[in-house]
């Protein structure tokens, strides 16, 4: 167990349904992150806040994909109108701003399967 | 574009073997390399991480290798113990603390 939580571990809809993922990272972590992973790959970078600020989204998070970290503690992934292409683990990382490294810490992540 | 690769999507060993995972990264301007460890179910489990100023450095039965020269990365484990299964990525950063994954490799330890 890292410290990071994600809830709920596993989330199954319909397509076209909304879904919405929880993350809470180590208490002292000032940067938290979101990836997203299919079966077989690596992470693949979302998105990621500083506080409660979002510092960078990737191309992957579509017009559908929204995060916000609002007090800079816990962190909300939500996905309108699912797809079926949707479907994968999405991980939840969370790290202390400052030098020597930024070492990420992972949750258990979020499956969601989308029918 | 950026990518990290692995040569060998799965490793059998035999416990109490050393095993050796490799991994390419194209990106000269990463400066940052972190090997995790996914068992099934979870997530990536930090491992050991090496600066693009080392070469080598070492864990608690792990060694890091790195050659910038060639843009290789290798993950060493010794004495490889059942417990040690897992799939095994490398990942890099380029000052941007966006991490930049591999597809993984699959270590099966057997007895």
């Known amino acids: 167990d890292t410290g990071v939580s994600q809830d709920p571990r596993h989330k199954i809809t319909k397509r076209g349904q909304n879904v919405t993922f929880r993350c809470d990272p180590i208490?002292?972590?000032?940067?938290l992150y979101w990836y997203r992973q299919t079966l077989g790959q690596g992470p693949e970078f979302l998105t990621y806040?500083?506080?409660?600020?979002?510092?960078?989204k990737s191309r992957l998070l579509s017009d559908r994909f929204s995060a916000e970290r609002p007090k800079g503690s816990f962190s909300t992934l939500e996905i309108q109108r699912t797809e079926q292409g949707d479907s994968a683990m999405y991980l939840c990382?969370?790290?202390?701003?400052?030098?020597?490294?930024?070492?990420?810490?992972f949750g258990p992540g979020t499956r969601l399967t989308v029918l | 574009g950026e990518s990290v690769g692995l040569h060998l999507p799965t490793l059998s060993v035999q416990e109490g073997d050393n095993s050796i995972i490799n991994c390419a990264y194209s990106?000269?301007?990463?400066?940052?390399f972190i090997w995790y460890k996914q068992e099934s179910g979870k997530g990536p489990q930090f491992i050991i991480d090496i600066r693009s100023n080392m070469d080598k450095r070492q864990g608690q039965r792990v060694t890091v290798l790195l050659n910038k020269t060639v843009k290789h990365l290798s993950l060493q484990i010794a004495a490889t113990q059942p417990g040690d299964s897992a799939v095994y990525f490398c990942a890099e950063n380029m000052n941007t603390d966006k991490l930049i994954f591999g597809t993984g490799t699959r270590l099966q330890v057997f007895p």
């Open positions: 990382a969370s790290s202390f701003k400052g030098p020597p490294v930024n070492e990420q810490f």
């Open positions: 990106n000269s301007a990463s400066d940052y």
């Open positions: 208490s002292e972590h000032n940067r």
């Open positions: 806040f500083q506080n409660e600020a979002q510092l960078e």
